[in-house]
Nanobody
């Protein structure tokens, strides 16, 4: 059973930056495909960034060029660096993990989820 704990959310001004962290209770995070998702009330969960076990990354068009996903394999932490934040980035952000997937931005492909961390941009 994989446990994921997000942190780093908060309130930030338009144009500001935040870095989200997701600590994974796994032996080696690099063996998993990991993703970042976000959700606002009454909307579907949106896949915004993912990283495969080979290190390749993918991004939603809405965040491409502004957000960067990375991981620290020694500490088993997944990160999401968010720059040039916009009001439309306001949401609850979740990290997720699965052994393997062909689409790291599709929420249905993930097995384990964190509880989320709130980001507010104004």
């Amino acid at each position: 059973h994989v446990q994921l704990v997000e942190s780093g959310g908060g309130s930030v001004q338009v144009g500001g930056s935040l870095r989200l962290s997701c600590v994974a209770s796994v032996d080696t995070i690099g063996r998993y495909c990991m993703g970042w998702f976000r959700q606002i009330p009454d909307k579907e969960r949106e896949g915004i960034a993912g990283i495969e076990s080979d290190g390749s990354t993918g991004y939603a068009d809405s965040v491409k060029g502004r957000f960067t996903v990375s991981q620290d394999s020694a500490k088993n932490i997944l990160y999401l660096q968010m720059n040039s934040l916009k009001p439309e980035d306001t949401a609850m952000y979740y990290c997720a993990a699965v052994w393997w997937t062909t689409d790291t931005l599709r929420s249905e492909n993930y097995k384990w989820w964190g509880q989320g961390t709130q980001v507010a941009v104004s």
